[in-house]
């Protein structure tokens, strides 16, 4: 009995899929572009009756009129024209939803999904937001069966600088400091990392959905362009705290760290490696466009791993020569 | 000019892949069957001229005959078929690799790699081995250009739980003991991550290529079959460790853990949770198919945790229970 089950098993992998189970599916999009999306993903796409694609940016919900006006207008262009190329590639009209509306309309997101399949398309990999799981768990009240195909996140893309993953503590957020508000709390988990040797992956924060003070005082919704932060100001926001909390955790000329944007593999992926010193100091547009993400690396640093990210130093010379003499790497 | 090369690359994206440049390509397949490589995996698969798959095992190397013979034998039949099920799926011969042929022989698969595409296609995430950096530094030593294909790997499909994956330290590997040998270093950085209240993710073994005491007598080079550790075993690995070194931070009914197989979504996806006596004590069967992989669950526990973990709990009161009272979660 088992065998046969076994047998089943094995042949319905390379059969058509089928499935009776109606199912709400949570699909990762991976990191780079539409192509990321895994061949199982694109069948549950294609099977659905409705599909959501999860927006980063409120600049994804403009109107047709307006992404016209704004061809001109780089990263914006570029992530709007994206989601049109995705629509094409998918072969299915997409309903743009913002993170607000997963969080708050998860209702509407499911209606039905127990008599039709629904999708709902997220960047990286399903289980990167808790947004998701709270979803999961409303499906699950309403006895909806659900799905989640995974893909790549930046939780082990990472491993695309060479450092292992391994080697790697616990993730924090840095988000844009203000004049009076500057949460650091991600001080002490990079702490906790440090002392134990371990590298810590920082992911830097996205504003959208800003309204400016103008437009606020004149009741208008109107609201700004995103908001990425880039490598030179978290490295100087981390160099702030660290003046202030002053626990030798970061150098500016002894501490490493390796700077991360695109990691999907693609043309537009860069990874640049150096002192903190090296990346405040390095012009913002040579680490390519955002999302980025930092690692600060630890203490238990291998020969290896510098080895591998030498390549992306902006001075090898001194990457070496700090892996060498405050890592106590053995380099050859 | 930025406009242009904007516009170049966007359209990029819509058209057909085409690129000039030889690449040796390493490509994650993620971590169900053969329909969880992405859509750009997938074309690389077909423009390559050599496609070489790591094997996990070497059982994947028998030959034709026995590869028959065995057909009745589970897992290896399994993986067999699964094999050739990826072969007719991506359209391509594959030449089977393993491990210890990719860390010895990369000179082999990379030959004349930069005169035609070839692909090393492995399971996971291409950054998940350090195997996969070493032959992408030799790669760069002789001046191939190289592009690495991410994935899903159990680094962030753990999520699958409801675990959060940032609060999760570093990843522990746990080995076979033998009577004489039993390596305990994961115990003292599963004891780093819990004095942080971190979650631990547990890798267990797999023995492959071992040759028993009678054939290596008879100097004959026969395999045994690959070998999985079971959760109960890994759970009684922990404990023997905990009844050594006495540090307190793992107890049969006071810890919670989670079981996790073959996370990818599919249907032979098994998650289980509860104390470490639930999981020791559950038959081993019910965990599903290896790899297996455990969380040790740390005292951070969020109440969000607690409830989509409690879906997989063996022993829903006790789960809740013991969330409540030993990890402080406030439940309803």
């Known amino acids: 009995m088992i065998l046969a089950a076994k047998f089943l098993d094995v042949s319905s992998v390379t059969s058509h899929t089928t ?16 192509k990321d999306i895994t061949v199982r993903g694109l069948e549950a796409v294609k099977g659905s009756t409705r599909v ?6 409120s600049i994804l919900m403009v109107q047709k009129e307006r ?9 914006q262009t570029r992530v709007s024209l994206s989601w049109q190329a995705k629509e094409a590639f998918y072969e299915k009209p997409l309903i743009l939803a913002d993170r607000d509306m997963v969080e708050t309309q998860s209702d509407e997101i499911l209606h039905r999904a127990d008599e039709v399949d629904v999708a709902l398309l997220v960047v990286g990999d399903p289980f990167g937001a808790t947004t998701h799981t709270d979803i999961l768990l409303r499906a699950r009240a309403l006895h909806i069966p659900t799905r989640v195909i995974h893909n790549a996140s930046i939780m082990n893309a990472v491993g695309a600088a060479g450092l292992q993953l391994y080697q ?13 508000w500057k949460p ?6 990079i702490k906790e990392n440090a002392d134990l040797g371990l ?6 924060d996205i504003k959208v959905k800003e ?8 009741g208008r919704k109107i609201y700004e362009p995103p908001r990425y932060m880039s490598i030179p100001l978290a490295v100087n926001q981390l160099l702030e705290i660290e003046s202030i909390r002053k626990a030798g955790i970061l150098d500016s000329d002894n501490t490493l760290a390796v700077a991360l944007s695109r990691v999907g593999g693609g043309e537009d992926q860069r990874i640049v490696a150096g002192t903190l010193a090296n990346l405040a100091n390095h012009p913002e547009e040579s ?7 930092l690692i600060i690396v630890g203490k238990r640093l291998h020969h290896l791993e510098v080895e591998y990210a030498e390549d992306f130093a902006i001075d090898r010379e001194r990457w070496r020569m700090v892996a060498s003499k405050v890592y106590g790497c053995a380099l050859d």
């Open 211 to 218: 309204i400016s003070d103008e437009n606020l005082a004149r």
């Open 199 to 204: 590298h810590t992956l920082v992911l830097l």
């Open 19 to 34: 499935h009776l189970l109606i199912m709400f599916y949570i699909i990762g999009l991976g990191l780079a572009d539409e």
């Open 168 to 180: 790697f503590g616990q993730t924090v957020s840095l988000v844009f400091f203000t004049e009076t």
């Open 67 to 75: 992404l016209v006006r704004e061809l001109a207008m780089g990263l």
């Open 287 to 293: 680490f390519g466009e955002p999302l980025h993400s």
């Open 184 to 189: 650091d709390s991600f001080y002490d988990r």
């Open 52 to 57: 959501y694609l999860e927006a980063y940016t």
